[in-house]
């Protein structure tokens, strides 16, 4: 016979080729090992529970997190009154005339012969 032989009940020698076709490895007294994990099903479920509870809390902690921030943030469509909105268009509508335009340039201190100012480069 080829390998090593193990005795049976009867008495009979079973090589190591029969034992692991069997399904039964060598040295492997409990022929339910791969079952073995259902005997902690219960434990494995809570801890499963456990973790999914975790991240639903934290998802909810964050949303309301980003729900305060937005209450905190100004946003003119939402947090000003519904008159106000007309008020500001007419003051994007707004502008300077030539006229004024032109007294301020005559006012101005600046030098409209000067080069353009580009930053990180001397002169």
Request: hydrophobic share 30%; proline share 7%.
């Amino acid at each position: 016979m080829n390998g090593p032989v193990a005795k049976t009940p009867a008495n009979t020698p079973v090589t190591k080729e029969e034992l692991v076709t069997n399904g039964h490895g060598e040295g492997n007294s409990n022929p339910f090992e791969e079952y073995m994990w259902m005997e902690n099903e219960e434990d494995y479920n809570r801890q499963v529970e456990e973790e999914l509870l975790e991240q639903e809390f934290l998802e909810r902690c964050f949303q309301e997190m980003l729900d305060e921030e937005d209450q905190d943030w100004f946003i003119p469509a939402r947090d000003l009154p519904a008159g106000m909105g007309q008020i500001q268009q007419q003051l994007n509508g707004l502008s300077v005339s030539d006229t004024e335009k032109q007294e301020i340039v005559r006012k101005s201190s600046l030098n409209p012969e000067a080069k353009e100012f580009v930053p990180g480069v001397k002169y």
